[in-house]
């Protein structure tokens, strides 16, 4: 069964969500995950930001019954916050692996360049 603890939503598989204390930001939260609860997306980050807002919306309509049941009100107003987080952190991965990408065509074409300068170098 889950519950409600200080820390946040406690599932039943005994993994709890954390919610966002007053003095932390969301980059707080995220940043102190556990490497082994980290999870790769199955779906798009489109996808699941939209499904994020579509799920605030749903569940402001059940509000008082999830609360009823000891949803912490603060996890669905947190909604926003945290699908705002990951568009910004989906758009920062991408902009870093086009920068790598990008230096990596600049070094395949400068490759052969330096390789010769390199044997130069080593052989005089």
């Not at 798009?44 to 807002?53: D, R």
């Not at 490759?111 to 052989?123: C, G, I, M, T």
Request: proline share 6%; hydrophobic share 40%.
């Amino acid at each position: 069964m889950n519950s409600f603890g200080k820390n946040g939503f406690v599932l039943s598989s005994g993994k709890s969500i954390k919610t966002i204390m007053p003095q932390q930001t969301i980059w707080d939260i995220i940043s102190a995950f556990p490497d082994e609860e980290v999870q790769v997306p199955t779906i798009p980050a489109g996808i699941y930001i939209q499904e994020a807002e579509e799920l605030k919306n749903w569940a402001e309509e059940d509000k008082e019954v999830l609360t009823s049941y000891g949803l912490n009100p603060m996890l669905i107003e947190e909604i926003p916050v945290r699908a705002d987080a990951y568009r910004v952190s989906q758009s920062n991965w991408k902009k870093i692996i086009k920068i790598k990408g990008d230096a990596e065509k600049k070094l395949c074409k400068k490759l052969p360049e330096a390789v010769s300068l390199h044997s130069l170098l080593v052989l005089c």
